[in-house]
């Protein structure tokens, strides 16, 4: 169906939490420039931002390709109206850990910049899956859990592109041919080497397939087809052997090696796949045919066509056996252009280990017991916030010229939360120094933050995150295990394995929780996690068994996977769930994991100076 309306066009990329995240408008503009000379073309990031020099977005299959790594990422070109964000240039961002500035997703964007025209004092983002406040008097945004705020702020940058006429609800492309000549630069002299390079593969393989057995074939037949594993040391390839001629071809293999073979008899048709002995040429002129077959794999077995190489598919963080960046461009532009291409399946995420009888199960050393519970009643009754606010600050009586980080008002001037909130004893205009970080605020606001967060008796500067006291979290009620057990991770081929398995069920929800009242949902639990048996990994293991006793590993919020709301996600501590492999980034090896998650409890207050000897 199309619709004749001006449309403000966006391209988005799908990143790792099944989120679409916007290209900037110069991007934008760049793609939309190559979409009109060449619709099933590729266009080179890096010649509009030299940040994304290693991005090349492929239009015919809607790919965005990593040429360093071999990622691939779906991409979409999304339509919104003129007088929305993109359309005027208007950014909305907010400050991460770094200082730096992240823009937001463009729907939270428009929805943001709607609110603000419209004068609304705040904005709940619950409606589009996230537990965030903003708040356009102090342009910040609080998570409505951890109370935690970030600064935001909007700018204006150049306006998405603008297109007039037939605009289709879903995009489709159809078959354009290129023009012009192609660029110099380096990014687009590997584009077209890569394209040389399939070329050149196909060549060869249909001099060796087809050299010497012209006329062999029968108008029917059997195909058998011999596969080799994806764990060949080469290009792996498809060698077909006609059983009904009379000859067995050898099997074909780039770089030499033995592989391992499965036969698979299927009926072969010359109306699919005509066994001619003379292939079309692989000139340019005939890269764009639009009759040439393809085929799509349903399972590991299957039936592939005379001279279709199969590239190894190059997951996010593996590696393939050959140069990621030759296997995925390879099969980008020979999908572009008509050719049937056939990629080996990707190794599947090893999760858990070998079975494992209970008698194996060990304790983990220099830790006492195998388990911990936590109950609706372990979270410490409320302290007076006045007492804890002026435990942790000194009263400051000449005031510095600069701004309260949690109200926006000078320090000079009254607190932001004057009449809006009272407290016996601490007066609007009062100013106080925090003792470790020395950063100041007005008195009044700290007790305002203290409210709304768990009133565990703990203070965490707003602005360098120094925590005050022992920090407590809202995770609902559970059961955390924690063992040894006899296998090896990735990595780590002298230690054993500390496996911790989290459990917690579904229940309701407490007046710390979003929701109070309302069910929550526990899914994928009991959840398996990884640690090597070693100094360090033990390490982290008492620091988790720490974080979990403060109910600081898992919270009540909105999966950013799933978008479900009111259901149990992780708080900010990475752990690892895949145990033998790394598929999915949530495995091993991993050099910098203890390192990274020593961090992250540091950051949540559970630091090595926690740790007894």
């Known amino acids: 169906m199309l619709l004749n309306l001006a449309r403000v066009v966006v391209w988005e990329w799908l990143?790792?939490?099944?989120?679409?995240?916007?290209?900037?408008?110069?991007?934008?503009?760049?793609?939309?420039?190559?979409?009109?000379?060449?619709?099933?073309?590729?266009?080179?990031?890096?010649?509009?931002?030299?940040?994304?020099?290693?991005?090349?977005?492929?239009?015919?299959?809607?790919?965005?390709?990593?040429?360093?790594?071999?990622?691939?990422?779906?991409?979409?070109?999304?339509?919104?109206?003129?007088?929305?964000?993109?359309?005027?240039?208007?950014?909305?961002?907010?400050?991460?850990?770094?200082?730096?500035?992240?823009?937001?997703?463009?729907?939270?964007?428009?929805?943001?910049?709607?609110?603000?025209?419209?004068?609304?004092?705040?904005?709940?983002?619950?409606?589009?899956?996230?537990?965030?406040?903003?708040?356009?008097?102090?342009?910040?945004?609080?998570?409505?859990?951890?109370?935690?705020?970030?600064?935001?702020?909007?700018?204006?940058?150049?306006?998405?592109?603008?297109?007039?006429?037939?605009?289709?609800?879903?995009?489709?492309?159809?078959?354009?041919?290129?023009?012009?000549?192609?660029?110099?630069?380096?990014?687009?002299?590997?584009?077209?080497?890569?394209?040389?390079?399939?070329?050149?593969?196909?060549?060869?393989?249909?001099?060796?397939?087809?050299?010497?057995?012209?006329?062999?074939?029968?108008?029917?037949?059997?195909?058998?087809?011999?596969?080799?594993?994806?764990?060949?040391?080469?290009?792996?390839?498809?060698?077909?052997?006609?059983?009904?001629?009379?000859?067995?071809n050898n099997n074909i293999s780039v770089g030499g090696g033995q592989a391992k073979a499965e036969q698979v008899q299927l009926p072969l048709s010359t109306a699919n796949f005509p066994c001619s002995p003379v292939m079309p040429s692989l000139s340019s002129n005939n890269l764009n045919r639009p009759g040439t077959q393809r085929i799509s794999m349903g399972s590991a077995r299957g039936a592939i066509p005379p001279g279709v190489p199969a590239l190894p598919v190059k997951n996010l963080t593996g590696s393939g056996p050959v140069h990621p960046a030759l296997a995925g461009m390879t099969g980008i532009l020979m999908c572009a252009a008509g050719l049937p291409v056939c990629l080996t399946r990707a190794p599947k995420p090893i999760l858990h280990p070998p079975p494992i009888n209970k008698s194996d199960m060990k304790p983990v050393p220099g830790i006492n017991g195998m388990r911990r519970k936590t109950k609706k009643k372990h979270l410490r009754r409320g302290k007076n916030p006045e007492d804890?606010?002026?435990?942790?600050?000194?009263?400051?009586?000449?005031?510095?010229?600069?701004?309260?980080?949690?109200?926006?008002?000078?320090?000079?001037?009254?607190?932001?939360?004057?009449?809006?909130?009272?407290?016996?004893?601490?007066?609007?205009?009062?100013?106080?120094?925090?003792?470790?970080?020395?950063?100041?605020?007005?008195?009044?606001?700290?007790?305002?933050?203290?409210?709304?967060?768990?009133?565990?008796?703990?203070?965490?500067?707003?602005?360098?995150?120094?925590?005050?006291?022992?920090?407590?979290?809202?995770?609902?009620?559970?059961?955390?295990?924690?063992?040894?057990?006899?296998?090896?991770?990735?990595?780590?081929?002298?230690?054993?394995?500390?496996?911790?398995?989290?459990?917690?069920?579904?229940?309701?929800?407490?007046?710390?929780?979003p929701n109070p009242g309302k069910k929550f949902s526990a899914r994928g639990f009991p959840r398996h996690c990884y640690l090597p048996d070693n100094e360090k990994g033990r390490k982290v293991l008492k620091l988790l068994i720490m974080a979990w006793d403060r109910r600081l590993i898992f919270t009540i919020g909105t999966s950013s996977t799933t978008g479900e709301s009111d259901t149990v996600v992780w708080n900010e501590i990475h752990h690892k769930t895949e145990f033998g492999s790394n598929l999915t980034g949530h495995g091993y090896p991993d050099p910098n994991y203890l390192d990274n998650v020593l961090t992250e409890l540091s950051a949540q207050g559970v630091g090595e100076d926690n740790l007894k000897d």
């Open 388 to 513: 804890v606010v002026r435990r942790y600050t000194e009263k400051i009586k000449v005031l510095p010229d600069e701004d309260c980080t949690i109200c926006m008002e000078r320090l000079v001037m009254s607190s932001g939360y004057e009449g809006i909130l009272q407290h016996k004893g601490i007066k609007p205009e009062l100013v106080g120094k925090l003792g470790k970080c020395g950063h100041m605020y007005h008195l009044l606001c700290l007790v305002a933050m203290y409210n709304n967060g768990n009133k565990d008796g703990s203070l965490q500067c707003p602005t360098c995150k120094t925590i005050y006291g022992e920090k407590t979290g809202t995770q609902p009620p559970g059961k955390m295990e924690y063992h040894v057990i006899p296998h090896c991770l990735p990595g780590y081929p002298d230690s054993k394995t500390i496996r911790i398995v989290y459990d917690i069920p579904a229940g309701i929800q407490t007046n710390e929780h």
């Open 15 to 248: 990143n790792e939490h099944g989120r679409w995240r916007p290209y900037t408008a110069a991007v934008c503009h760049h793609i939309e420039n190559v979409l009109k000379g060449d619709a099933r073309g590729s266009v080179v990031l890096g010649q509009v931002d030299g940040q994304l020099s290693p991005y090349i977005i492929d239009l015919q299959s809607m790919h965005q390709f990593r040429q360093d790594t071999g990622t691939m990422r779906p991409v979409q070109r999304n339509f919104y109206e003129p007088s929305s964000a993109p359309g005027k240039g208007v950014v909305w961002e907010w400050e991460n850990d770094n200082g730096s500035w992240t823009p937001y997703d463009m729907e939270i964007c428009v929805t943001i910049q709607n609110a603000y025209e419209k004068q609304h004092p705040w904005l709940d983002l619950t409606s589009l899956g996230f537990c965030y406040l903003i708040d356009f008097n102090s342009m910040c945004q609080t998570n409505r859990q951890s109370q935690r705020k970030r600064r935001l702020r909007r700018r204006m940058d150049l306006a998405y592109p603008l297109i007039m006429g037939s605009i289709p609800k879903s995009q489709s492309w159809p078959v354009g041919a290129s023009s012009g000549q192609p660029c110099s630069c380096q990014q687009c002299i590997l584009v077209n080497s890569t394209r040389a390079a399939s070329n050149a593969i196909l060549a060869s393989q249909r001099r060796k397939l087809y050299g010497g057995t012209a006329g062999n074939t029968g108008a029917a037949g059997t195909l058998s087809v011999v596969r080799q594993s994806n764990t060949f040391a080469g290009t792996s390839l498809w060698s077909p052997t006609s059983a009904s001629s009379g000859t067995n």
